[in-house]
């Protein structure tokens, strides 16, 4: 088989979804890729891939228009080997439609891709498995388990390309695009984090069980419009799902700002964690790894800390 790999990225209102460079790096490192970006204002998600590809395609279609844009591209993926999008929302929605329109395999949930085979996380990250379709295929790759070396920021080559858009095929009709609900939002897209570990369960019982400290962990998180995560230790203990896991073997985040509470910072935990550009941390060891990388460290009860944020930010509706 002829490598040919192509990299569909769709863009609403020149917003790349998370995981695009990863998904364009992926493309590039199986041979002579295409890369081409698919939506609405595409100039300003063109210039966010500086330094990861140095030439990509932009094909203006509008609004987010998943049946119609799969249509649109069938004749475009036609000879790829590999067609790879995000495993984003928008990414997953289009990557299922598109594989339909060519007849292909889809390869979900992604974490390595060749042009014979893919690895695949299932079961919330705990379970990896090969897959090898028997021929070209379509994938969607999970965000932030990759990552991306970006090589020096050159301006991105551009051209656009036309496609013929069918208004004739149906599209569910968008009511309302809400912002992102902090408490309930895929880590790997959460622009700030709380995180709890095994610090919060020191000393509970019955009179302070650890599911109203991380219900309040949570409840501060939706103050600041973070969303809540959690060490191993304590998904393990099923105080928390393990989709809040961070980590390793748990979800690879990379949030601007992120708030440690009762964590020591293990690698398994912290090599998930991408590169936040504010890190604070409070807890009982000044020496552990987590308060080395912080930003602010606090040396205090993790508890007691979040009792007094609760008070500050009037989160009272504890469980
Ligand atoms: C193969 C493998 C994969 C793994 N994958 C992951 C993963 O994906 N994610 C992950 O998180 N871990 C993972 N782990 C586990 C990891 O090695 C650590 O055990 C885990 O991250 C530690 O979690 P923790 O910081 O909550 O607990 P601990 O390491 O026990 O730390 C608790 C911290 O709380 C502090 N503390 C105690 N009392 C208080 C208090 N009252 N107030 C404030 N602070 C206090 C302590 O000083 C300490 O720093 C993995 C391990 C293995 C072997």
Not at 36 to 45: E, F, H, P, T
Not at 172 to 198: F, H, K, N, W
Not at 211 to 219: C, K, V, Y
Not at 267 to 275: F, N, S
Request: charged fraction near 15%; glycine fraction near 12%; proline fraction near 7%.
């Amino acid at each position: 088989m002829s490598a040919h790999p192509i990299a569909v990225v769709p863009v609403r209102a020149g917003v790349l979804p998370a995981g695009s460079a990863e998904v364009v790096a992926e493309a590039l490192s199986l041979g002579d890729a295409t890369v081409l970006l698919i939506g609405s204002q595409l100039g300003s998600a063109a210039a966010e891939l500086a330094g990861v590809a140095s030439g990509v395609q932009l094909a203006e279609v509008g609004d987010f228009a998943p049946a119609r844009w799969a249509a649109a591209l069938t004749n475009v993926v036609a000879d790829a080997s590999v067609v790879l999008l995000p495993a984003s929302p928008d990414g997953r929605d289009l990557a299922a439609r598109l594989a339909a329109a060519v007849g292909r395999p889809l390869v979900a949930n992604a974490m390595e891709i060749s042009e014979d085979h893919a690895i695949v996380v299932s079961h919330g990250g705990r379970v990896q498995h090969e897959v090898r379709p028997s021929g070209p295929f379509v994938a969607t790759l999970q965000p932030g388990g990759r990552g991306v070396e970006r090589g020096p920021a050159e301006v991105v080559g551009a051209a656009n390309v036309h496609l013929p858009i069918d208004d004739g095929i149906a599209d569910p009709e968008v009511a309302e695009v809400e912002p992102p609900d902090a408490t309930t939002m895929d880590l790997a897209e959460s622009p700030r984090i709380v995180g709890g570990g095994a610090g919060l369960m020191v000393g509970a019982g019955a009179d302070d069980p650890v599911d109203r400290r991380f219900t309040q962990l949570t409840a501060i998180g939706e103050a600041i419009g973070a969303s809540m995560g959690a060490t191993r230790v304590v998904t393990d203990a099923g105080w928390v799902s393990h989709d809040r896991q961070i980590g390793t073997t748990g979800v690879v985040v990379d949030p601007d700002l992120y708030l440690a509470f009762g964590i020591s910072g293990a690698v398994q935990h912290t090599a998930g964690l991408g590169h936040p550009e504010h890190i604070i941390s409070v807890n009982t060891d000044p020496h552990c790894p987590m308060m080395a990388m912080a930003d602010l460290a606090v040396v205090a009860d993790a508890n007691a800390t979040l009792d007094e944020l609760a008070k500050l930010l009037g989160v009272t509706s504890l469980a």
